[in-house]
Structures are given as structure tokens and as C-alpha cells.
């Protein structure tokens, strides 16, 4: 949102604010533009000794006159690295089967449990429509689709906005449905169950996930296998309803707030099929390791408030969003972006966010083995207790020719903490709670 003084600030910032919600704010009529809007980004995500990303986008823009907007994009995303499997550390080497049940790996002592071969990839297909359907009022619809090796989502969503109190003010509210696939390497593992592993040295070691990758059949571990899946060949699903109400409001010339409450209601298979939990004694020492079990439901309400304000030289950007569900995760994000103008038609805009979470209830960074096992258990670092924060600039410029391009570079840290877990002696010299460090580097070029 680039902004002067001969501008209508106010208009624009309402404009910018809208679409922020999804929908499209009536504006004077216009003609049909006979040229697409060309919009290209691409972004390396690296965390360091863990999982890199590589993602293109690619969205197309047409107005067809009056407001009548068609946004198409498709996005891919490449994964390779290390994945976290859940498992706690130990002082001695450990020896997992990978998902399909056909090759194993080991992990050095005093190393967190990583799976060193994860990648995938992903293709996402996004349609959109947009246009008034009164003086006062607009609406959008759009589709999604997307596939990758072992997932298939496809979604539906719809918005329409109200305008009055002399177009001040925007009352949003949108609604979505997205169904998810989930066909699982190897099949769907049976929650909380022993996850069995063959005698590191009958496989072969080259560090894939092929049919080749054990030679030797043994009935005993081929049953033992079949027996901790449940119908290998049948995938499972999830459903999720999101929906939005939103409020936005030209404060003045300089200033719009917007105010959001978000709920989202999911149901189905809700477990991540590749991540375990270590079942140790006393001492700490690993006796089992079993697969996680969520719940199979999940209902999120969250609280977005944000804030623009228009300088004489640039824009400043915050924002809070507090979020809470049945898992008993609360967080908190507090995201701010100053946006500077830089000579005739460059800009610079550092960019800093927060984030706190508090652990989900059945979160378990390991399990006891002289203890019950519970309903519900899992060691995923991303439902447990954590802060993070980002940290960041970027610098955008539009050419003589009309078209712009920025490139930013950011630093992200995500520091795991204890919720108040006892620690048995073996795990009291391991790091149960190691960071991640990640760089991100975004190119955009739009034409």
C-alpha cells in the first residue's frame, strides 16, 4: 500500500483493510482492463540442521470491468530435511522403523530423534471471484485445491461485506469448508501403540522408504507391522468449517482499525500418523516407543484486532490476535510493520511478531512406563508450550515501467519450553526442548 499526500488516505486504507478480510470494496464504476495483474513471489524457509522449504506462487488478476475480479494462483511447495519425530534423546544409540514399516534408521546418543529423510511436495490451485452486488455491499466465492504425496485438501470459501455510515464503516463476514484426505505411508498407526522395530542390522541402510529396503521377511515383525495399522490401504479424513466476522472502521484521514472473531470447528483424523512418544522409567531410560492419539475434534475461537496508521512518509502496521480452543491452548501474536518511503518510489519496512503459546492438555513431552497410559498423548513441539519471535526487513521499489518488486529477509527462533513436566535423571542431561532457528528469504515481482 503505497501512499502520498495527493492521495485519498483514508480510502485507501479502507481498500487495503477489506481485502485483509477477503472481500472487495465497491468503488466507482470502472471499464474492463484489458491486461492481467501478474503477481510472482518465491521463498526459501531454512531451519538450521532441520527442514528446508522452497516455494513458488505464481496469481493472476483480472478486473472485467466494474469490480468484477478474478484472482487466480497456484503454489508449490519442496520439502527435504529433518523432521522431529517426538521421541526423547538418550545416552545411547536408538533404532526407529520408518513409517511404511520397510526400512529403519538410528540416531546417535545424546541427539534429538530426527527423521533424516523427510520431503514432500505440494501443488495448491486457488480461484477466486469478486464483485459489488449494491451500492453498499460486495461479495467473493473462490475454490482450493491441494495435493500433496500423502494429502489431498479441497475447500470452498464465500465473503460479503456491508458498507455504511457513509462507506466509514465495513461490516465482514465469511464462511469456508475444506475437506481433507489423509492416506498415511504405511497406513494409519494405531494410537498409543508399540511401534515395532526389527533388529537394526536386517536392513539395508540406504536411507529411503522403498520395498527394497528390507530383504528379509520375517513373520514375526511382518505381523507385528500389520498389527499396529489399521487397514493399511483405506485413508482417512477431516472436515473443518471456518467462519469470520469482522468490523472495519475509518477512525480518520490517517487512521483504520479492524476487529475480527474467527471460529473454526474441525472434526476427523487429527493426528500427525508420523510422530511418536518415548515411554521411559524412572531413571529416564527409553522402554517403548509408541504412536501419538488426539483427539478427534477441535474447535478454535480467536480475537484479531489491528491497527493502520498513514505517516507523511510511510504506514504503521499493528496487530493482535489471541486465539484459544478445547485442546486448552491459549496464544497470544503481537505482529507490528513500519513501512518508511524511500526517494520517489522505494520503500523500507522492518517487520517484528511474537508469539506465546501455552501446552495442549494431553501434550506429553515423554510417557512413564509405570503409569496408565492416557486417553489422549503427544510429544509434537508445536502443541506444546513455546514463545517465538520474528524479526526482519524488507525493501520494494516500483520501476519506471509500473511494475514493483521487494525482497525481504527475516531471522526466526522458536524456543520449546518445560509446562511443568518432572524429568527423570537420564533426561535431565538431554535437551528435551531444543530451538529452532530459521532464515527466510522472499523474492516478489509483479507486473
Known sequence: ?????????????????????????????TTASE???????????????RVSLVEGVVSA???????????GKITYDGLTGASATGAVAQNEVQTFSRPSG??????????????????????????????????????GAGVHLSKEYDYLSVGLNGNLAFDFNQKNTTLSVGASFQYDQIDPVGGKPVGLSSMPVRPYSEYDHDNDDDESDSEISDDFYDSAFAAQYREREKSEDKNTVDALVGVTQVINRRTVMQLNYGLSIADGYLNDPYKLLSVVDTSGVTQDIVFEERPDSRTKHNVFWQTK???????????YRYMQDDWDIQSHTIESRLRFNVGESGYIQPHLRYYQQGAAEFYRPFLMADEALPEYASADYRLGEMTSYTVGIKYGQKRANGHDWAVRLEYYQQNPENAGFAEPEALQRQDLYPSIKAMILQFNYSF
Open 102 to 139: 520397510k526400512g529403519g534408521y538410528q540416531v546417535a546418543a545424546n541427539t534429538t530423534p530426527l527423521d533424516d529423510t523427510f520431503r514432500d511436495s505440494r501443488v495448491q490451485l486457488n480461484a477466486n471471484w469478486s464483485q459489488p452486488l449494491g451500492s453498499d455491499m460486495a461479495g
Open 35 to 49: 491486461d492481467w495483474q501478474f503477481d510472482t513471489a518465491i521463498l526459501y524457509y531454512g531451519e538450521t540442521d
Open 309 to 319: 496508521y498513514a505517516m507523511d512518509n510511510g504506514v504503521a502496521d499493528v496487530s
Open 1 to 29: 500500500m503505497q501512499l502520498s499526500k495527493k492521495t485519498n488516505i483514508a480510502a485507501k486504507l479502507a481498500t487495503a483493510t477489506c481485502v485483509l478480510l477477503g472481500s472487495t470494496q465497491p468503488q466507482a464504476e
Open 61 to 71: 488478476t483480472k478486473d472485467f470491468g466494474d469490480d468484477h475480479v478474478f484472482n
